[in-house]
């Protein structure tokens, strides 16, 4: 089993300088002496949510254990201790949650809502739009268009409906623009068959199953500012323009450590801030090389810790940036290895739960913001 020490982040930010990376700031500098959160959570400044997605479902079931979230007692324990917020990593898709064209498998979205009443915690549903994980029933059905519509539309009244008050944010349309900011407009069914204004029936119909839950678009590689996140921009423009209910705009985060740190992305969340809408940091995660099934080196982990703590500074930095939510905390669970050959460690605990430096980042990068809000 690794080990991992503590150290603080001045120690990471001499070792990611040394590396030619820029320096993580001192966070903790400053602190008084006395007492000191043991937990994201208890760092968490008031009005600020930490959260991870909940493992399971997707790649879990087919790897050789059971079901991580009603089974792991340790996992459970550490998800209520650590988190102020929870998403369903695969729970509320499409081919989980409504498998059969009459058919609704509420049991594990429902246990994950039943767990954060019981908790205190925030929920985000994820997801109600995508041109993935969708059921076989669904994209190989022989419907027409007016017949798709209605499916949309009652699944949208139906799951929204059920939760209703119960959850927080729901990323009604996931990743409906492409790296070139082009519409899916093959891949994603509603939209192929039902045309663009699909997207904003979606938001109007979530919004009167639950008026009171903010809507977002949630997408990757939208981090900069770019072609993808432009199109974001000019859309929701569009749809605020029109009055269709868009509350937000989140950037998921999947990141690799063999690119380059997103730097405008404080400048790309301020820019959709601007528009009047709440951000959020929804899938946070930051994969590493590691071939052959190699252990991660102190300098790897120093360049991790370092983009999770700057991505946290961004969201922390934006006024209405709320929500961040790590895409699971744990290697045990992450999706990562199994759609990253040779890539991995990408969350901030191994699998046997020690805290990375990429934990400590966090937890001293909040509780700055939490004595500096006092």
Same mark, same amino acid.
């Given at each position: 089993?690794?080990?991992?020490?503590?150290?603080?982040?001045?120690?990471?930010?001499?070792?990611?300088?040394?590396?030619?990376?820029?320096?993580?700031?001192?966070?903790?500098?400053?602190?008084?002496?006395?007492?000191?959160?043991?937990?994201?959570?208890?760092?968490?400044?008031?009005?600020?949510?930490? +959260?991870? /997605?909940?493992?399971?479902?997707?790649?879990?079931?087919?790897?050789?254990?059971?079901?991580?979230?009603?089974?792991?007692?340790?996992?459970?324990?550490?998800?209520?201790?650590? $988190?102020?917020?929870?998403?369903?990593?695969?729970?509320?898709?499409?081919?989980?949650?409504?498998?059969?064209? !009459?058919?609704?498998?509420? +049991?594990?979205?429902?246990?994950?809502?039943?767990?954060?009443?019981?908790?205190?915690?925030?929920?985000?549903?994820?997801?109600?739009?995508?041109?993935?994980?969708?059921?076989?029933?669904?994209?190989?059905? !022989?419907?027409?268009?007016?017949?798709?519509?209605?499916?949309?539309?009652?699944?949208?009244?139906?799951?929204?409906?059920?939760?209703?008050?119960?959850?927080?944010?729901?990323?009604? /349309?996931?990743?409906?623009?492409?790296?070139?900011?082009?519409?899916?407009?093959?891949?994603?069914?509603?939209?192929?068959?039902?045309?663009?204004?699909?997207?904003?029936?979606?938001?109007?119909?979530?919004?009167?199953?639950?008026?009171?839950?903010?809507?977002?678009?949630?997408?990757?590689?939208?981090?900069?500012?770019?072609?993808?996140?432009?199109?974001?921009?000019?859309?929701?423009?569009?749809?605020?323009?029109?009055?269709?209910?868009?509350?937000?705009?989140?950037?998921?985060?999947?990141?690799?450590?063999?690119?380059?740190?997103?730097?405008?992305?404080?400048?790309?969340?301020?820019? $959709?801030?601007?528009?009047?809408?709440?951000?959020?940091?929804?899938?946070? !995660?930051?994969?590493?090389?590691?071939?052959?099934?190699? %252990?991660?080196?102190?300098?790897?982990?120093?360049?991790? /810790?370092?983009?999770?703590?700057?991505?946290?500074?961004?969201?922390? /930095?934006?006024?209405?940036?709320?929500?961040?939510?790590?895409?699971?905390?744990?290697?045990?669970?992450?999706?990562?290895?199994?759609?990253?050959? #040779?890539?991995?460690?990408?969350?901030?605990?191994?699998? %046997?739960?020690?805290?990375?430096?990429?934990? #400590?980042?966090?937890?001293?990068?909040? !509780?700055?913001?939490?004595?500096?809000?006092?």
């Amino acid at each position: 089993m690794k080990r991992y020490a503590r150290p603080g982040l001045l120690s990471l930010a001499a070792l990611a300088t040394s590396i030619c990376l820029a320096p993580a700031s001192p966070a903790n500098a400053g602190v008084a002496a006395g007492w000191q959160p043991d937990t994201l959570r208890e760092a968490t400044p008031d009005g600020f949510v930490v +959260g991870t /997605a909940v493992a399971g479902g997707g790649h879990h079931e087919d790897m050789p254990y059971p079901d991580p979230f009603p089974n792991d007692r340790k996992y459970r324990h550490l998800v209520a201790k650590e $988190f102020s917020s929870v998403s369903p990593e695969n729970q509320m898709k499409w081919e989980f949650i409504h498998p059969e064209p !009459d058919v609704y498998d509420f +049991g594990p979205a429902d246990a994950i809502v039943k767990f954060a009443a019981q908790h205190d915690q925030q929920v985000r549903g994820h997801t109600l739009m995508w041109h993935s994980q969708n059921p076989e029933w669904l994209e190989q059905g !022989d419907y027409t268009p007016e017949e798709l519509r209605t499916i949309l539309r009652d699944h949208i009244k139906t799951v929204v409906g059920r939760y209703a008050g119960q959850i927080d944010q729901w990323d009604v /349309a996931n990743e409906i623009f492409d790296g070139s900011g082009n519409l899916r407009t093959s891949e994603n069914i509603w939209i192929r068959e039902l045309g663009p204004g699909i997207i904003a029936d979606a938001f109007r119909w979530t919004h009167e199953a639950d008026p009171d839950a903010l809507l977002f678009f949630n997408d990757y590689g939208v981090e900069s500012i770019n072609a993808k996140s432009d199109a974001y921009y000019r859309l929701i423009q569009e749809l605020k323009a029109d009055g269709v209910p868009v509350d937000g705009f989140s950037v998921q985060g999947h990141l690799s450590t063999r690119y380059g740190f997103p730097g405008d992305l404080q400048a790309n969340l301020e820019r $959709f801030d601007a528009l009047g809408l709440e951000t959020a940091v929804t899938e946070l !995660d930051v994969r590493m090389d590691l071939p052959n099934g190699a %252990e991660p080196t102190p300098e790897q982990e120093a360049v991790q /810790a370092t983009y999770y703590q700057r991505f946290l500074q961004a969201c922390l /930095a934006v006024e209405n940036c709320d929500s961040f939510t790590l895409w699971g905390f744990t290697d045990k669970y992450s999706w990562v290895p199994v759609f990253f050959p #040779d890539q991995g460690s990408a969350t901030v605990m191994t699998e %046997e739960f020690e805290h990375k430096p990429a934990y #400590d980042s966090l937890l001293e990068t909040l !509780d700055a913001a939490r004595l500096a809000r006092r």
